[in-house]
């Protein structure tokens, strides 16, 4: 399928960001977190409406028994104290810009960024409007790294795989999916790892 993404010329009133994220679910956090602890610019937006407000987590590795909107607090304060920014809006629009992708808020701001995550759920809105086009199964296909067909355009979570959502299936994709950007930024494979702190450090 062709890209449907329209270029827009260059203004100077933008925001610029290495990568935006769109969701703010379980995959769209997991990204912006690997992300922003590597000192990426991140900006991740939605309004928290997530459908884990309505989950109760009894399988998530890590977790007992949480409840969906604990996590999401939880998930939300952390990504936030790793340095990405979180906006309580929804976006409008996708468009190609000279250097990656635009994308406008409901209320007229612009912001552009090299690479773009979407994590929109069952109802990938904003996917369908650039171009992706669901496969028979209901599904946006992507990449082992979650990549689209639309080069720097990611997407995770339940859009890839509707009808096998789990939590924790969706923040591996967002992982994957920040790895994969790490990685072709730095040109060879990069792994987030870091070492517990030495005794009495």
Known sequence: MACMLSEISE??????????IIGDGPGGLSAALFLARADQDV???E????????????NYLG?????GAEFQKFSREQVGAAGA??????????????EGFAVTTEAGDRLECRHLILSEGEKPRLAQTIGLVKNADGA?????????DIPDVYVVGRSTRPGRSQAIISAGDGAAAAIDILSRIAGKAVCDWDSPPSDGN
């Open 11 to 20: 203004r100077e009133d933008v925001v610029m960001a290495d990568t935006i």
């Open 43 to 45: 900006f991740v937006f």
């Open 47 to 58: 309004q928290d409406k997530t459908a884990m407000h309505w989950a109760q987590l009894n």
């Open 63 to 67: 977790f007992v028994s949480t409840h």
């Open 85 to 98: 920014t979180i906006r309580d809006e929804q976006i409008s629009t996708i468009e190609k810009a000279r």
């Open 140 to 148: 946006i296909p992507v990449d082992e790294n979650s990549r689209s």
